[in-house]
């Protein structure tokens, strides 16, 4: 070590700099170093101003805007659309919802973003494996009659953990714990046996969606509504692998 070196001592802040601090603390503003103030939030683009887009108003028109907004999910060019000021006060007095969708609670299929949708577009109701019940059913019916939602999918997807749980403890003989045993015994009714394995499990999705679009299609308030050309309902699914939505017959 340097004998000529001045011993480094620490610097005590005054008085008055210690106030000055704690003000500019509390108020969110402390400055450091190259002037970044911590707290401060960075200046904002300026908001886009666009108004609310046309939605559709038909089941058709509906489906034509979801394979739309699937198209973009897929190749990263979402629009995020429906998110504009205008848009968040339009709907502080109403909304209307272009289609309903019933999609499992799989955090990987989140109905807005696989369809590039926004605040006001989709009404959503989720549930494992896409499982109906009374709040599910009563959900579903508030959206078609009481807000003249023209479409309405069943929403299912690749690899759902609760059609496997269902397939395997169907085979093994087991009992699942506590509720999920309620979503097994529903869904059940569904399970392909013509099929083996991975098979079997993705088989039993896609008749899950099948058997679920029928159930829906039996309700008599529903069915009315498909009679009089007002409401279509319609099974898809979601690929993780390619992101892709598909119908399902």
Known sequence: MNSDQVPHRAVRATPRARRSLLRAALTGTAVLGGGLAVGAFPAAAAPRTAAPRKRPTTAEEALRELAAGNRRWRAFCEQHPDETPAVRQSL???????ALVLGCIDSRVPPELVFDQGLGDLMTVRSAGQVLDEAVLGSLAYGVLELGIPLLMVLGHQSCGAVKATVQADESGEELPAHIQYL????????????EGDARIDATIDANIRLIRSQLSAEPDLAAKVDSGALAI??????????RVHRIS
């Open 234 to 243: 319609v099974g898809a699914r979601y690929e993780l692998t390619t992101q």
């Open 184 to 195: 097994a015994d529903r869904i059940s009714p569904a399970i392909d046996r013509g099929k």
């Open 92 to 98: 502080t007095t109403g909304q209307h919802p272009f």
